[in-house]
């Protein structure tokens, strides 16, 4: 169990990444801080998601100061019925681990410019509707590097 919510963490992560920065027509809030990072000419395909379906992220990503540490905060929610929203992931992990899933970079990741290529399916195990998540990272000084929220529909 504790690798299917890593897995579904990984997914939604990148999801919630790339898809704020596709100029997608969700709703979504932005606010990476650009001296650290910037993602640039990202695009998600499919838009929006589809259960079971494979997904495809490609990029460019601006590393602008040396990343050594960090912590990568992810919240999840679903609105359930219009009713209650159910939180489905509260968890802290570490940025290092998630840029090795990303990008392929192994910390301290120095500055420069990268490439964001990555394949993966969503799980049927999703329900299918809009879920609300959110990303935030902070440096090893507790600095907050990124922040980023973004809803996301997933599709039968």
Known sequence: MGRLVEYILLLLSV???VS???GSTN???NAVTKKFAEFTNVS???NPLIRGKAYHIQGTSDIKKTIQWGILHITMTYNFKNYTNITFVDEKYNLCDFL???LKLHCPVPPGIYPLNYTDTIPKLFWQGRYYAKATAYNEE???MMCQM?????NE
């Open 44 to 46: 998600l395909t499919p």
């Open 142 to 144: 507790g600095e907050e």
């Open 100 to 102: 090795v899933d990303l």
């Open 27 to 29: 709703n979504y809030y």
């Open 20 to 22: 704020t920065l596709t």
């Open 15 to 17: 999801v919630l990444v």
């Open 150 to 154: 973004i809803d996301v529909n997933i």
